[in-house]
């Protein structure tokens, strides 16, 4: 491929589309000044191009059948921005007996018997950083906080195959409260509580669930308050929207409870900074939602939160081919799309969350949702939720179960380096990004560079879901004006002649490409921790800025385009630092 003459292209493209706005001497001027550009790019390629890396040595696959793909990024705004917290993770209340298909995924990994002094545990917090942690799940609504006049025995989870999720009682303590509480202040993880939504809650004559009895939710948030912890965000109930999960609340009747949750919230809080009232953590269903919003008034919620469990139960046998489908994986933005359609019609001044996700229902699958494929996924799901205007993303699981970022034994499965890399190269502001109609199975996103300063960088997510084709990516910042085109020309001139001009690349992909292998290798080398549990130097390759980007087949790319020069991405937050 002709990389070198792209600046001469791209100038005759603007000169072909807009013919009428330019002399004679103009247009002589804009192709003129590129062509220079291009061939000075082909030469000192030649002479330096050594310096630069190639990605396609190494362990890295590269794939003779090549397609050269134009990824176009629209450079002109934002079109969605995201919480400074966006990466989250859920910790649950499972106790080790939970089994799905004969298979016991949990041990002790809820938040009721997780070891908090383990240093692989806290260190996992830190290195993700900025993290927000979900307190929640399936029991939540079972689980009664040992505080106050209690209306209800607080007992431990026991085993019962005859009651709601195979198991009764549930009985959080104010000491373990207290030291989840201090973990996640000592790593400066946002935390997000999941209350009970059924506590001491009677049934109507017709079956439905009356009102919701706040007083042990009252008691536990002002115990929180006094001692002088901060929750970043309360909500109500675990998946009994719509049909729910086993049981479910009516809209009307919700809608009574959250606001009930949010006065107490008011009151308690008057003289602290208030948290965030999430609503209502269960399955989307477009006619609930719309009446539970309605009837709960404008202000009601500051985010609605919704699950996802779009590849099925965890004993699938398809979950593979169901990821690595392009079409499969957009059947999720319809949902997205429906949610934000409701929100601006009915809530304009709510916004989305993403409270619980982990793929597949049941504990997911072991070397499926804990293995390399599931980052294809996993990733996909960010990106796509951050696009669509999606503030926070909860993946379930932090650990336990078989979709966690960790195992059970508090070391790293291959999403825990994705969220890594997300974390460190991913910024808040969203762009739009496209590619080409020849890339059906190249998913492509983008934002602003995180800790991008005064270069306003660009980060680009590459997602190759195909097993034959190799994609040669030419990325494109489009809406530039003629007068930013001509500056960022003479940029371009003086920049290829210093290290400025290299495009850091990230190449994620399989121990001998297979996909349920539970390692992942980072530019050809194996991610993994240190002795001491430190996550390892994500260490880029270093390739010259006008040469494609080579994706390989089932392999993930994450491009760094250190000076693109956007406005907008130049104000982001501070560089992560160990």
């Known amino acids: 491929m002709l990389w070198f003459l792209n600046p001469a292209l791209s100038a005759l493209r603007i000169v072909l589309r807009d013919a009428d706005r330019f002399d004679t001497c103009t247009k ?43 990824v176009e990024v629209n450079s002109s705004a934002a079109v969605a921005t995201v919480d400074e917290h966006f990466l989250c993770a859920t910790l649950d209340w499972w106790p080790p007996e939970k089994c799905d298909y004969g298979t016991c995924a949990w041990g002790n990994t809820s938040l009721l018997n997780v070891d908090l002094s383990n240093h692989l545990f806290e260190v996992a917090l830190r290195d993700l950083s900025p993290l927000r942690i979900r307190l929640g799940g399936s029991l939540q609504d079972q689980v009664v906080y040992d505080i106050g006049d209690l209306q209800v025995e607080c007992r431990p989870f026991e085993y019962n195959a005859s009651h709601m999720f195979n198991f009764q009682g549930g009985c959080l303590s104010m000491e373990r409260w207290t030291a989840l509480l201090t973990l996640f202040n000592k790593t400066s993880t946002k935390v997000a509580f999941g209350l009970n939504a059924l506590y001491n809650r009677p049934k109507l004559a017709s079956g439905a669930w009356g009102p919701w009895d706040p007083s042990n939710a009252h008691d536990f948030i002002q115990y929180t308050i006094a001692q002088g912890f901060q929750v970043d965000a309360w909500q109500l109930g675990n998946e009994l929207s719509g049909s729910g999960v086993r049981t479910s609340v009516p809209a009307l009747q919700y809608a009574e409870d ?22 209502p953590d269960g399955f989307f269903d477009y006619s609930w939602w719309e009446a539970f919003l309605k009837a709960a008034g404008p202000g009601s919620v500051n985010f609605t939160t919704r699950h996802i469990y779009n590849l099925g139960p965890g004993v699938s046998q398809d979950l593979v081919e169901k990821i690595l489908n392009p079409q499969y994986l957009d059947g999720e933005k319809r949902t997205f799309g429906s949610v934000n359609e409701l929100l601006q019609r009915v809530a304009p001044s709510t916004g989305a969350w993403i409270g619980e996700a982990g793929g597949a229902y049941n504990s997911g699958r072991h070397l499926v949702t804990d293995a390399f494929a599931f980052s294809f996924w996993y990733l996909d799901q960010l990106g796509m939720a951050a696009s669509l205007n999606n503030k926070v993303y909860c993946r379930q699981s932090f650990i336990g179960g078989n979709y966690g970022l960790l195992n059970k034994t508090y070391q790293p499965n291959p999403d825990y380096f994705s969220a890594l890399l997300w974390n460190r190269l991913m910024g808040t502001q969203v762009l739009m990004a496209k590619s080409g109609d020849n890339a059906s199975h190249l998913r492509v996103y983008a934002h602003c560079t995180r800790d991008s300063n005064a270069q306003g960088g660009v980060t680009v997510l590459l997602i ?9 990516v030419e990325v494109s910042l489009t809406a530039r004006t003629v007068t930013q085109y001509m500056k960022e020309t003479f940029e371009g001139l003086v920049s290829i002649f210093t290290p400025s001009s290299e495009r850091l690349e990230y190449h994620l992909t399989a121990p001998a490409n297979d996909l349920h292998s539970q390692n992942m290798l980072l530019n050809g080398k194996l991610l993994q921790r240190s002795l001491t549990g430190q996550a390892p130097e994500l260490t880029p390759l270093k390739v010259g800025s006008q040469t494609p980007i080579n994706v390989s087949p089932l392999s993930i790319t994450i491009a760094v385009i250190q000076n693109a020069g956007l406005r907008f991405c130049k104000t982001l937050p501070a560089p992560f630092s160990n």
């Open 28 to 70: 002589m001027k804009i192709l003129l000044i590129p062509l220079i550009v291009s061939l000075l790019h082909l030469v000192v390629t030649l002479l330096v191009g050594i310096r630069y890396e190639n990605p396609c040595h190494g362990s890295l696959v590269c794939n003779d059948n090549v397609v050269s793909v134009k």
């Open 258 to 279: 959250v606001t009930k949750l949010r006065d107490i919230v008011a009151v308690l809080h008057a003289n602290t900074a208030k948290p965030l009232v999430i609503a």
């Open 464 to 472: 190759n879901l195909s097993n034959t084709t190799t994609y040669e």
